[in-house]
């Protein structure tokens, strides 16, 4: 095996994707409770994106290089790490590094990739399927029978969302921007599906009874809508904030409603709570997936030394499903 791999680093620290470049560094060796992946596939992702500009650094003891989510096959099983094997087909949710030839992961954090999915596919899934299951489910408590707002609806959160939320039994509201968006949101399972450049979002989904949960990634304006939207107990579960952090409410309809306001991030939780959401996946969704009821959307594939291609198709914000890097 050898001393040291290819990998995606960002020339001057920070920059567009053009600063993206193929850098040679040392290959990892797996600790206590680790394996090391030969990476087949990367998922490509908006919190990338923030890293490679300079906003997002990775948390303490993760490397300095982005991705985070792999598929592969288990190359070396550090102390402990019982569960996995040398050749062993797996995905796996990471803290960073996965744009390399391998990757550490916590072996509780790896999963066996699904049956009938192949490399590309399967590295769509951890950090968008771990991200729903932990907001939608493990916070938000969303029931059968329960009305769903996902906003961003053919981002890989979103079309992994509506996908979950369907085969959970719940009932679908979806937002896109522009009509082919809308469209792809219904033929992914969304019961109702609307174009939030040309209708009044809000005023579409009051009409259709409310949500018992909307899943936001825009906040800023969208917030207040999302509150008057939202039926009594309902949840707003907020994931991102590409609309802006700074919003005013009115908090005496939150009282009124009974309404609860939460969300949260992935990559700073402690290992063990990853564990534990890991467990739910496996327990949940993976057999959702091989059922056929979630299927991982690919919007595109680059080779690794074209991270640069992948993060410009991210920045146009015009794909549908996830974009993944191949190795």
């Known amino acids: 095996m050898p001393q040291t791999m290819a990998a ?32 087949k596939a990367a998922g490509v992702n908006r919190p990338d994106v923030l890293q490679r500009l300079g906003f997002y650094p990775p948390p303490p003891g993760a490397p300095e290089t982005m991705g985070l989510e792999v598929s592969g096959e288990v190359a070396e099983v550090g102390e402990g790490a019982s569960r996995w094997r040398p050749g062993d087909k797996v995905a796996a949710l990471l803290p960073g590094g996965g744009y390399a030839e391998y990757a550490l992961a916590d072996a509780r954090h790896a999963l066996p990739v699904p049956k009938g999915l192949d490399f590309v596919q399967a590295a769509s899934l951890p950090e968008t399927v771990f991200t729903v299951w932990a907001n939608v489910f493990d916070i938000g408590h969303l029931e059968p029978g329960e009305s769903c707002l996902i906003h961003g609806a053919t981002s890989g959160i979103g079309v992994t969302a509506i996908q979950m939320a369907k085969a959970a039994g719940a009932r679908v509201i979806a937002t896109g921007r522009g009509p082919d968006k809308a469209r792809q949101a219904r033929a992914l399972g969304a019961d109702l599906a609307i174009d939030s450049l040309a209708q009044d979002w809000a005023a579409e989904v009051q009409a259709a009874g409310g949500a018992d949960l909307v899943l936001d ?111």
């Open 8 to 39: 995606v680093g960002v020339r001057g620290g920070k920059g567009p994707p053009e600063a993206l470049e193929l850098v040679r560094i040392d290959r990892p060796e797996p600790g206590p409770g680790q394996i090391l992946i030969a990476v």
């Open 217 to 327: 990634m825009v906040g800023g304006a969208y917030t207040p809508k999302n509150i008057d939207v939202l039926k009594p107990h309902g949840r707003l579960v907020q994931i991102a904030l590409l609309g802006g952090a700074k919003v005013e409410i009115d908090l005496g309809l939150v009282m009124r409603k009974r309404l609860t306001l939460t969300g949260s991030t992935l990559r700073p939780r402690p290992p063990e709570d990853k564990a534990r959401l890991a467990r739910g996946v496996e327990q949940t969704v993976w057999p959702w997936i091989e059922a056929g009821k979630v299927r991982p959307i690919v919007d595109s594939a680059f080779p690794l030394a074209e991270a640069a291609k992948a993060h410009a198709r991210i920045d146009a914000a015009d794909h549908l499903g996830k974009i993944v890097l191949t190795v």
